[in-house]
């Protein structure tokens, strides 16, 4: 696949963390492609589901092996807007994801360069080829505008409370 | 708590992992208890569920978490029979769980001392307390005997297949 096939694929994972935005939630999302479809989509929604495991990755990794009916997501790549959590990159292991696109580096809980390089871990049974980077100004941008209106809003609501 | 009340939470975990093994599951068990009470369980069920994250121990943060209504498990220690893995050491630290007893050392999937040592890394936002070696033999002990089992029944089928 080139530049832009995967652009393409992780468009739909941008799509992903909207609806997580939407619900008031970290916008993270992730879809998981088997030959060129969409077999597998998650957005982050731990408030939601009060349940700090729900994160996109882990979503989207459900739906593709329900769809596959096997744990093992042979020849399958992730799409993921945030690099993935320590978590999450050892959920894309065990489900023997081949490969793992992501946008923005996550210097706070990485998993895969930035704290902890899990996927490529040559003492684990099975490694992930890793490409971080992928639309990752998109990906970023949708955090800073989250956060910043999240600080608006508490800003909003403290005026309201001296009021 | 001194080591007798420690071994009476790893018993209810050993009890998880012999649902997991009459299954025909990998025998791994873990519960996750709060001032005294155990709030949540879960075994291994990957095969059952088709779902590579179907470890004992993110089945019994889910079920913890949704006891408290919360996904922050705050003052909870969880009592794993194995080395959690990187995804389930990953989650104990997501889900700001206290303390991590473990039994048996994993020098192939652990995520806590063998391969990495993700509950205790500094860098992250929270860290997990972790002793290993909560009855470990009593874990390995189920390990072996489920793989020597499993061994025998393929040589039976072996030789069925043979005659």
Redesign the interface.
């Known amino acids: 696949m080139n530049y832009e096939e995967h652009s393409k694929f992780m468009k739909e994972a941008l799509k992903e963390a909207d609806k997580a935005a939407r619900m008031g939630e970290v916008p993270v999302g992730a879809v998981i492609v088997k030959d060129g479809t969409v077999i597998g989509r998650g957005f982050n929604k731990?408030?939601t589901?009060?349940?700090?495991?729900?994160h996109a990755e882990?979503e989207a990794?459900?739906m593709a092996?329900?769809h596959l009916?096997?744990?093992?997501?042979y020849g399958c790549s992730m799409y993921v807007t945030l690099e993935p959590?320590?978590?999450?990159?050892?959920?894309a292991?065990?489900?023997?994801i081949e490969n793992l696109f992501y946008g923005a580096a996550d210097p706070?809980?990485g998993?895969c360069e930035s704290?902890?390089e899990?996927p490529t871990?040559a003492?684990?049974?099975h490694r992930v080829n890793v490409v971080g980077g992928l639309m990752a100004e998109e990906s970023s941008r949708k955090l800073r505008d989250f956060f910043r209106d999240l600080r608006n809003r508490k800003n909003i609501d403290n005026l309201k409370d001296e009021n």
């Open positions: 731990t408030e589901t009060s349940l700090a495991t729900s882990i990794i459900s092996s329900e009916g096997n744990w093992r997501l959590c320590a978590m999450c990159a050892g959920a292991v065990l489900s023997r706070k809980f998993g704290i902890f899990i871990e003492r684990l049974n």
